[in-house]
Structures are given as structure tokens and as C-alpha cells.
């Protein structure tokens, strides 16, 4: 599956984004899928994950209760809601596809990149 992620920008801290991924193909659906996000000269970190049917997420602590992850399967779209956002929240955000997964928290579980989007915080 192909991704192409949107929806990046510059907000103020406390301020909303909402990110896109947008999957090519007829088997989205047999993919988990999740939200990585990297920061200058940091390590490509875990940020959200969902079950290929949906209803199954998973987030990283510093991100519980702000930001939320879903998906719609009929569109080959899956979301990533970043509300409250602080300063520390910037960074290139990757969607990421593992096919038949769970929607693990790491990386070298997922075969599919996109490119990635830059979401920057101000203060």
C-alpha cells in the first residue's frame, strides 16, 4: 500500500490539527495502521496506532488524551486529531502500514511509509 499523508502546518500551542493519510489500494483494510512522528535530531518515535477494523487504538503516554486516532475503511483514510498541542509535539509526522498487524508500537513492525507531514507548535 502507498500513503500519502496531509494536513501539516504551523498552530499555536494549545491549538488543533487534524492529519490525513490517504492509502492507495484495494486492501487497506487488512492493515494496522499508525502515526510515528520524528523530531530534529531525535529518534523516530512511536505516536498512535488502530486495528485494521477500527476499533482496537493504541497510544503513546505522551500523547493520551490529546490526540486520537481513527479510520474509515470505505475511504482508505485514516486520521490522526492532535488537540492541545504543545511545542514539544513538533516534528515530521509519518503515517505507517502493517499489513495483517495489530497495531503494534514499533517501527520495524510497519513495511509502509509514507513521506511524512511537518506539524510545527508555536509558543
Known amino acids: 500500500v502507498q500513503l500519502v499523508e496531509s494536513g501539516g502546518g504551523l498552530v499555536q500551542a494549545g491549538g488543533s490539527l487534524r492529519l490525513s493519510c490517504a492509502a492507495s489500494g484495494r486492501t487497506f483494510s487488512l492493515y494496522a495502521m499508525a502515526w510515528f512522528r520524528q523530531a530534529p535530531g531525535k529518534e523516530r518515535e512511536f505516536v498512535a496506532a488502530?486495528?485494521?477494523?477500527?476499533?482496537?487504538?493504541n497510544y503513546a503516554d505522551s500523547v493520551k488524551e490529546r490526540f486520537t486516532i481513527s479510520r474509515d475503511n470505505a475511504k482508505n483514510l485514516v486520521y490522526l486529531q492532535m488537540d492541545s498541542l504543545k511545542v514539544e509535539d513538533t516534528a515530521v509526522y509519518y503515517c505507517?502500514?502493517?499489513?495483517?498487524?495489530?497495531?503494534?508500537?514499533?517501527?520495524?513492525?510497519?513495511?509502509?511509509w509514507g513521506q511524512g507531514t511537518q506539524v510545527t507548535v508555536s509558543s
Open positions: 505507517a502500514g502493517d499489513f495483517l498487524g495489530r497495531g503494534a508500537g514499533e517501527a520495524n513492525k510497519y513495511g509502509s
Open positions: 488502530i486495528g485494521r477494523n477500527g476499533i482496537s487504538t
